[in-house]
């Protein structure tokens, strides 16, 4: 038994020891996937794994799309020359960046690397997303009435993959499930999404309506609240008398505090008159007609308050 098994470890021993020599790697080179955003800058990673003490000098770099037979990129540290799309750059002996990334970007790549220690080969992909713009509400309806019909209409653009939109009521209700999603594709390849809900008998009591956007990972991207005009009936009457009353409130705090502001200067003024006016040298009939119009003009303000 122990035997047999000491065989099997000396010929898996000896396989492995075989494949690595046919292998014959000194060196191996890997790529992260790259993920990029439209618009943005790509860094695509890659590196060599060495298992030489021998310095391994580089004397070309190539990248192709796979299903393509033509370089896209090539590099020549020698020479310190790039070919190929301007939008890519080496930023250090292996790595690259891609700037302005496109949609068109995405796919799977080739990467070829020619060495003093042979050539060698590998793969990755790009994956490129886009950020979706802050969604907008509308409404089907001009106003909206308590217990008739509503159209409520969340859209949103310029995403890449392709999104989601979820609905919630005021009391965050979720309202996803009763709603229609229709994504489309732009020219440029990015989602349009646009999702309706709607109601035949619409309580007003709901509002306002969020509308989140998820990205194709279900993270939120932005959300939206409704402003919608709800026309007066009953539900919406409460809210809207609430803000009348709440708002004439307001409004007589104010009013009230600048009369008695008012007030307060009228009094010193008068004060301020009645002090300032010379009496000196009046005579007494000259006073009584002063006093009288002091005292006229203040109850005429008094009776404008
Ligand atoms: C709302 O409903 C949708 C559809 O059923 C669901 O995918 C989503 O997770 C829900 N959101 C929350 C916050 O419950």
């Not at 020891?17 to 890997?30: N, Q």
């Not at 989601?164 to 229609?180: E, G, K, L, P, Y």
């Not at 306002?208 to 709800?230: A, D, H, M, Q, W």
């Not at 809210?239 to 010193?268: D, E, Q, T, Y």
Request: one cysteine or more.
């Amino acid at each position: 038994m122990a035997a047999a098994a000491f065989r099997l470890f000396v010929l898996l021993a000896m396989w492995s020891v075989c494949v690595g020599k046919e292998t014959g790697s000194l060196f191996s080179i890997r790529c992260q996937p790259a993920v990029g955003v439209v618009g943005e800058v790509t860094d695509i990673s890659c590196s060599i794994q060495s298992n030489t003490p021998d310095t391994i000098s580089i004397y070309l770099i190539v990248l192709t799309r796979v299903g393509e037979k033509e370089a896209l990129f090539t590099f020549d540290p020698y020479e310190k020359r790039m070919s190929g799309e301007p939008r890519f750059q080496v930023t250090d002996k292996t790595s690259f960046q891609l700037s302005n990334t496109r949609l068109s970007d995405e796919g799977e790549y080739k990467y070829h690397i020619r060495t003093n220690q042979g050539g060698k080969e590998t793969k990755f992909t790009i994956s490129v997303t886009a950020k979706y713009r802050e969604p907008v509400i509308s409404s089907k309806q001009e106003k909206i009435e308590n217990d008739g019909a509503a159209d409520l209409l969340c859209q949103v653009s310029g995403g890449y993959p392709a999104g989601n939109i979820h609905w919630f009521d005021q009391s965050n209700t979720n309202w996803t499930n009763s709603a229609t999603l229709q994504k489309t594709q732009g020219d440029d390849g990015l989602y349009n999404l646009s999702s309706t809900l709607s109601y035949r008998r619409f309580d007003t009591s709901w509002a306002p309506f969020k509308c989140v956007v998820l990205n194709s990972k279900y993270e939120e991207e932005g959300r939206s609240t409704s402003n919608l005009k709800i026309s007066g009936s009953v539900n919406t009457q409460e809210g809207a008398n609430n803000s009348v009353v709440k708002n004439s409130v307001a409004a007589v705090v104010v009013i009230g505090s600048l009369i008695v502001g008012l007030l307060i200067v009228i009094l010193f003024k008068r004060k301020h008159v009645r002090r300032s006016i010379p009496r000196e040298g009046l005579k007494p009939e000259e006073e009584n007609a002063l006093n009288d119009a002091v005292y006229r003009n203040s109850s005429d303000q008094d009776i404008t308050v």
